[in-house]
């Protein structure tokens, strides 16, 4: 008997170790399969048949957006975190999952507590728990990213159609077989079947040689080889395409897609092709014409290309033949026009007008010198009315303009002569009257020194008087002899007396307006054989330009406000020549303006200031002398006026002194 029970303890304490061992794997088993639910990247959720939440995984509670604790501790439904467009889809759902045996899928899109939305696919499946109710075990798969990339592929997909379909030039995809052989149509687009004469149906799934025979005579054949060898993109020149159905000028483009397929693009250049079928024939007919015109002809495009020019017209501009007149110039209008701008201004009367008739330009030739031509032009259009060409003829009109530019000095001068001799007249008038009352003064104040004694002190202020006096007769007689302008002959002159006599006529002014005047004369300078009325006149005009330009920039006075006059030798080796320089600080000269400053009747003075003749008959007067009149200016800081006279025509001063620098005095206001 106790051997019984000792027998069946021992088979107890086995079975007890038994179900301690169960205990322990089932226990085992069960911390893996949570450990599986709560970290699966899937989210898990146990629902019941009215869709409250029983259970839930952490990566559910993410995609709901709420802690698991408190999802699970208020037992929330699950219609709370659904988009109103979910709501109908969820209970049909839990409807067919109770009802069915198999698995159910559907989508639906959550809102998360900061109003995101997450778009998820639940695959659902009924079972039974623990406790033995039938529940809903669902997994939710977040598909939002996958979603949105499908929708972006059909959108690219809808453009890409979109492009291709609309294309302007000819589009066909071919696939290949693993060796090349085999070359199948796979798509072709409007444009395409427009220029092969070929509807889609005909086409798409056909041979390509069978469907378009017309390829394998342009070479397509080997350039669609050589790009499934080597991967890189080929093209086929300006050919032309013939087949049964269709002719038509084309260029080729050829490359792969990185899906293995060929892509040929079409791009029709028939419509090019013919414009320069018929410019070549209108060559032809006139050739004979274009090239022994005496007049340039030309043919130029838009954009500002020779598309042909005759020898004429390229003697004109400086070229030695047609062919590198063409070939060098890329840019008309900076290349050709002297102002680019009048290139634009031609081109939109041509374009309004569809001709233009005697339209004057300055051009450049091909060293540089400016030249004066007249254009004579039409717009050659295609069929469609668009601009082909220009053609027109030109004609070299620079002798012409010459004249008329010598005629227009001719006048200019003859005006201002007539003008100087009516104030000539009046001066004369005037000075005569002066003179009568000035010579009673000095004769008065002469009678008075004789009648006192050398130290009166009245002496000193008849004196003063008489010297004042002859002032004004050497200013009234320096007026007289530049305002008559009388003819004159050349005459041997000091440098220093030319200045003087026009200093004495402008030093009233200059100083009036606050202005100082600076000379510098140096010691050595020959005597001119000049006119020396015209060569005061030079300078009168000159003081008079520097006055303006101070007043404008110094309306008071100022420490800058000054006029400088300098009169030095300026030697070119062996030659020997005297320079008069006029300098001032005032606004200078514009960039713009320093190629017309010395054309007759410009001027950037107002009406009543300014004729625009001073400068051209200064420089006119300067080249009759044989010299130069050139300048250098900075805008907003200084003009420099450089008044060169040759000096082989001058003797020197009857006494020679060694040079000992110069004379230099300044005129204070």
């Excluded at 200013?475 to 007396?497: D, G, K, M, T, Y």
Aim: hydrophobic share 40%.
């Amino acid at each position: 008997m106790i051997e019984d029970l000792r027998l069946h303890q021992i088979e107890l304490e086995v079975q007890n170790d038994e179900l301690r061992t169960a205990q322990r794997v089932i226990e085992t088993s069960r911390q893996k399969y949570f450990q599986l639910f709560d970290l699966a990247p899937v989210g898990y959720l146990r629902l019941d048949a009215e869709g409250a939440i029983l259970d839930l995984n952490l990566m559910a509670a993410e995609l709901l957006g709420r802690p698991r604790r408190l999802l699970l501790d208020i037992k929330t439904r699950m219609v709370g975190f659904l988009a109103t467009e979910s709501l109908d889809l969820l209970a049909t759902h839990l409807r067919q999952v109770f009802s069915m045996a198999e698995p159910q899928t559907c989508t639906l899109r959550l809102i998360r507590r900061d109003q995101s939305s997450v778009l998820v696919r639940a695959q659902s499946v009924r079972i039974v728990d623990d406790a033995g109710r039938i529940i809903c075990l669902s997994s939710l798969t977040d598909i939002t990213e996958l979603v949105s990339a499908q929708q972006a592929m059909r959108e690219s997909e809808r453009r890409f159609r979109e492009l291709f379909e609309h294309q302007g030039e000819g589009v066909i995809i071919i696939t290949a077989n693993a060796s090349g052989r085999t070359l199948t149509i796979h798509d072709v687009n409007p444009a395409a079947c427009r220029l092969t004469g070929r509807q889609k149906t005909d086409v798409i799934g056909q041979a390509l040689y069978a469907a378009l025979p017309g390829f394998r005579l342009i070479g397509l054949a080997e350039v669609l080889a050589r790009v499934l060898r080597s991967g890189m993109a080929q093209e086929i020149a300006e050919c032309l395409y013939q087949d049964n159905r269709a002719s038509h000028w084309a260029e080729y483009h050829v490359y792969p897609l990185p899906s293995g397929e060929l892509v040929v693009i079409i791009r029709d250049v028939s419509r090019r092709r013919q414009s320069v079928d018929a410019l070549r024939a209108s060559e032809e007919k006139y050739r004979n014409l274009f090239l022994n015109a005496v007049e340039g002809i030309f043919q130029s495009t838009p954009d500002g290309r020779y598309l042909n020019v005759n020898p004429a017209f390229a003697r004109m501009f400086g070229f030695d033949s047609p062919k590198r007149i063409i070939s060098e110039v890329r840019d008309i209008a900076d290349q050709i026009y002297a102002y680019p701008e009048e290139r634009a201004r031609f081109q939109r009367i041509l374009e309004s007008q569809g001709i233009v008739k005697g339209f004057e330009l300055q051009a450049k030739r091909r060293d540089g010198a400016l030249v004066w031509v007249s254009i004579n032009a039409k717009v050659i259009r295609d069929p469609d009315g668009v601009t082909a060409f220009y053609e027109g003829t030109v004609e070299d009109i620079s002798e012409r303009k010459r004249l008329e530019e010598e005629r227009i000095r001719i006048e200019a001068r003859l005006r201002q002569q007539q003008k100087l001799e009516s104030i000539g007249t009046l001066a004369g008038g005037v000075a005569h009257e002066i003179n009568n009352p000035i010579n009673g003064i000095l004769n008065y104040a002469q009678l008075v020194i004789d009648l006192l004694e050398p130290d009166h002190p009245a002496t000193a202020h008849a004196a003063e008087i008489i010297k004042e006096t002859e002032r004004v007769t050497l200013i009234v007689r320096n007026l007289l002899r530049f305002a008559r302008q009388e003819p004159q002959s050349h005459h041997w002159i000091e440098v220093r007396e030319i200045i003087e006599a026009t200093l004495s006529l402008v030093h009233t002014i200059i100083r009036h307006d606050q202005i100082i005047l600076q000379v510098d004369i140096a010691d050595d300078l020959p005597r001119l054989l000049c006119r020396s009325q015209q060569i005061q006149q030079v300078l009168m005009n000159l003081l008079t330009n520097a006055r303006d330009a101070l007043n404008e920039r110094y309306p008071d006075a100022h420490p800058d406000k000054v006029v400088r006059l300098i009169a030095e030798r300026a030697d070119r080796g062996e030659n020997h020549w005297i320079r008069l320089t006029i300098e001032d600080h005032g606004i200078g000269i514009a960039d713009p303006i320093k190629d017309r400053i010395f054309d007759p009747f410009f001027t950037t003075k107002p009406r009543d200031k300014g004729t625009g003749l001073g400068l051209s008959i200064s420089h006119g007067i300067v080249k009759d002398h044989h010299g130069t009149l050139r300048f250098e200016a900075d805008p907003g800081r200084y003009t420099r006026f450089h008044v060169e006279l040759p000096v082989e025509t001058a003797v020197a001063p009857g006494v020679a002194a060694p040079h000992a620098g110069s004379t230099l005095r300044e005129l204070s206001p």
